[in-house]
């Protein structure tokens, strides 16, 4: 299993996870858990994801979900879960 880590965060809008959602599921990636809180209008997201049957690279995954982040007026980033995990060692 590849795992990825997806955060969202931006001003709240309706669709925003039905557009993550979507292109989630257009390309094969399986959430596994999913967090999502709205504080003060502000929205913010996170999500651990299955990538290991998308047929894109990581590298064109992300530059994909920056650029429906970008569409929707949020900003969205990937991490791989062991970089995720390495950046947040105590």
Avoid: W
Wanted: glycine letters at 6%.
């Amino acid at each position: 299993m590849k795992k990825t880590i997806i955060t969202v965060v931006g001003k709240d809008t309706v669709g925003i996870i039905a557009k993550v959602c979507t292109y989630l599921a257009e390309n094969q990636i399986n959430i596994l858990d999913i967090s999502q809180t709205i504080v003060q209008g502000f929205f913010n997201m996170m999500m651990i994801v299955d990538t290991s049957s998308c047929p894109k690279s990581f590298g064109d995954m992300a530059d994909e979900m920056k650029a429906v982040g970008e569409e929707i007026g949020v900003v969205i980033k990937c991490q791989k879960e062991e970089i995720f995990d390495m950046m947040h060692r105590i």
